[in-house]
């Protein structure tokens, strides 16, 4: 059984820090890709991890805050949020990339990226 499964939202105040944890089981992927959706605003990527050479990518908006990492003996993706500001405020969403990219990882949504998990809320506010 294929299944992603997110923890670690909840609410922070300005400045703060959260851990995400995207745990993955029953399936093959070359990487995990992080994407969040705010109210009103269509989903965007916001960081990936690729499995076989641990390259990652981050959108410029949360380059130097953000930091993608994995637990190999977890099979799990952590993605560390540091100096939050109300503006990353979103549903946050871990997807399995099942295809094979040239090289690195991509935080554009594609069909490759065929599995989602359930999705975890994070609310950055004072």
């Known amino acids: 059984q294929v299944q992603l499964v997110e923890s670690g939202g909840g609410l922070v105040q300005p400045g703060g820090s959260l851990r995400l944890a995207c745990a993955i089981s029953?399936?093959?992927?070359?990487?995990i890709g992080w994407f969040r959706q705010a109210p009103g605003k269509e989903r965007e990527g916001v960081s990936c991890?690729?499995?076989?050479?641990?390259?990652?990518d981050y959108a410029d908006s949360v380059k130097g805050r953000f930091t993608i990492s994995r637990d190999n003996a977890k099979n799990t993706v952590y993605l560390q949020m540091n100096s939050l500001q109300p503006s990353d405020t979103a549903v946050y969403y871990c997807?399995?990339?099942?295809?094979?990219?040239?090289?690195?990882?991509?935080?554009?949504?594609?069909?490759?990226?065929?599995?989602w998990g359930q999705g975890t809320q994070v609310t950055v506010s004072s």
């Open positions: 997807a399995a990339d099942t295809w094979l990219r040239p090289r690195g990882c991509t935080i554009i949504q594609s069909n490759g990226h065929k599995y």
């Open positions: 029953g399936l093959d992927y070359y990487a």
């Open positions: 991890f690729r499995i076989s050479n641990g390259s990652t």
